[in-house]
């Protein structure tokens, strides 16, 4: 694996199909290795741009060093788009929707080191599931196999910097609209018991064992008022002014 640094980024991202503790075969019967798949958001532009850049470095690498100066007409990359197919023609699930997609792999010989926020070693297996979200380094170099060439992701090492839950992560506001579609400014319009329109991704998860289907908050668009529902209520609606003789 070349160690050009240009070659070498790191990305942070949503991470899917995860053996970082563990080789896998991809395949039955191909060499065991430690892998994840990265599902990095198209918001990310800088990251995207990260990505082409390293890619482009490394077919240079590959020009110069594995494909006899000759740069092929088509060079495949490991990168796809999630709003697409798979290379089998088959399209990407819905957690992949609006993401670049692509997986790294390592030997066996270099398992990666994972650490969590604070860079401590994360010890509990368990910590690292499909859905967290993470800082991986990768290192993208040229590869010329059975006659064929292209661009492959090397896994380094992952930092562990959030959890996966069902409702919206930070990263992913929900936009909150009217039902003309215009964005609600005050907040006081959105309240328990209004009735709206709700964009919801249901997802497969695997967490501590636990296997299920979970539920992803989208947009929100407000159609109407209604009544407020218990523990929705203001503290205006709750309570009436108390003048200082009555606090005893």
């Known amino acids: 694996m070349e160690k050009n640094q240009n070659t070498r980024i790191n990305v942070r991202g949503r991470l899917s199909f995860v053996h970082l503790f563990k080789p896998h ?3 039955p019967g ?7 798949t990265i599902l990095v ?3 990310d532009t800088a990251a995207k741009q990260k990505i082409d850049a390293a890619i482009a470095e490394a077919i240079k690498i590959g020009t110069a060093e594995k494909w006899n100066g000759v740069k092929p007409p088509h060079v495949p990359t490991p990168i796809w788009d999630g709003d697409g197919v798979k290379q089998n023609g088959e399209p990407f699930g819905p ?5 670049w997609v692509f997986t790294a792999s390592a030997k066996t010989d270099y398992p990666p080191q994972v650490v969590d926020k604070y860079v401590n070693p994360i010890m509990d297996q368990s910590e690292i599931y499909s859905g967290i979200y993470a800082n991986v380094t990768v290192n993208f170099f040229p590869y010329m196999f059975t006659g064929k060439k292209g661009i492959g992701a090397g896994l380094g090492n992952v930092q562990k910097v959030a959890e996966f839950t069902a409702s919206a992560k930070t990263d992913y506001p929900p936009q909150v609209v009217d039902k ?3 964005p609600i400014i005050d907040q006081s319009e ?3 018991g209004i009735y709206a329109n709700v964009t919801v991704n249901f997802f497969p998860y695997m967490f501590t064992g636990k296997k299920g289907i979970g539920a992803g908050l989208g947009n929100v668009q407000k159609v109407s008022d209604g009544e407020p529902l218990a523990g929705g209520r203001t503290a205006q609606q709750d309570f009436t002014p108390v003048e200082e003789e009555e606090l005893y």
């Not at 191909?30 to 994840?36: G, I, L, M, Q």
């Not at 957690?95 to 993401?99: L, V, Y």
Request: proline residues 4%.
């Open 25 to 27: 075969a991809a395949t």
């Open 95 to 99: 957690e992949c929707k609006g993401h």
């Open 190 to 192: 959105i309240y328990s």
């Open 180 to 182: 003309y579609v215009n």
């Open 30 to 36: 191909a060499e065991e290795k430690y892998s994840t």
């Open 41 to 43: 958001p198209k918001s």
